[in-house]
């Protein structure tokens, strides 16, 4: 019987803010791996349902199997059978919901790798914490949302604990993207054929035959299809083009750089 203390934290408030939205999110992805899986999963929809009822919310159906299917087919958008972050922030009434106002200001991937491009300023292949609290701010001033320095503060933390995956302070374009709604998230794609960089070089070099240190969307068209071929990977042809115009965003006036591409088809960004 788990103690009062472990209980989870603010289900039953109408609203929530960004630091208890990532307390609910720790308490249930208890592994730490990204998701609400499993057996988290049902005791996450167990006390959801206690909540909501203490609330006065009463469900259609008394059957706990047909009510946690109708709410997957609801929430699930990807119909993976886990809950991601980026899909609890459509269950819980979150107050400041900064990861819906990111959706509403970058509502595609191309204007995901556009913000990239400009924040990630020293082209490191990362956010650091002063490149992200710059991203927020630019974020919330275009949402037309309020905010004082210690709410940007809180923000920026919230932030870099729920994406920070390995602890370093700075988040990598594949942590980042993770705001990105799922069927938006073009790097998942690439999930399973990133490169090491010798394989990343040979590859680079074979595609920018005058040895210029870029390669052009006609040369990153061919590149691409020639992954997937490698990697036994379907993609159509509206794909392709989506997954150019993305990575081409962050190109240099039609110029993609060695660096800029190996950041999104590497296991770790350039050093």
Not at 199 to 226: M, P, R, V
Not at 254 to 263: A, Q
Request: charged letters at 30%; proline letters at 3%; aromatic letters at 12%.
């Amino acid at each position: 019987m788990a103690s009062p203390q472990q209980q989870p934290p603010y289900l039953h408030l109408a609203e929530l803010t960004a630091s208890q939205f990532l307390e609910i999110w720790k308490h249930f992805d208890a592994d730490g791996n990204g998701y609400i899986e499993g057996k988290e999963l049902e005791n996450f929809f167990q006390e959801l349902e206690k909540a909501r009822k203490g609330s006065g919310m009463m469900s259609k159906s008394d059957n706990f199997g047909e009510k946690m299917k109708e709410f997957m087919q609801k929430y699930d958008k990807n119909s993976d059978g886990k809950i991601e972050m980026a899909e609890l922030a459509q269950i819980l009434p979150t107050e400041e919901n900064f990861l819906l106002c990111f959706r509403q200001h970058v509502g595609s991937s191309t204007e995901f790798m556009e913000a990239w491009r400009k924040y990630d300023t020293d082209r490191s292949g990362y956010i650091e914490a002063n490149e992200l609290k710059g991203f927020l701010s630019d974020l919330l001033k275009k949402a037309n949302r309020p905010y004082d320095e210690p709410k940007l503060q809180e923000y920026t933390q919230t932030i870099l604990r729920m994406f920070d995956l390995n602890g370093d302070g700075k988040l990598g374009l594949s942590e980042m993207s993770r705001l990105l709604p799922v069927q938006e998230n073009f790097l998942l794609k690439f999930q399973g054929m990133k490169l090491t960089s010798e394989e990343f070089n040979a590859i680079f070099t074979f595609y920018d035959k005058d040895g210029s240190g870029y390669i052009d969307e006609n040369e990153l068209d061919a590149l691409l299809k020639d992954l997937y071929e490698k990697n036994k990977k379907e993609m159509n042809i509206q794909q392709l083009t989506n997954y150019r115009k993305s990575v081409m965003s962050l190109a240099e006036a039609g110029k993609l750089y060695r660096k800029d591409l190996e950041i999104v088809l590497c296991s770790e960004p350039p050093m």
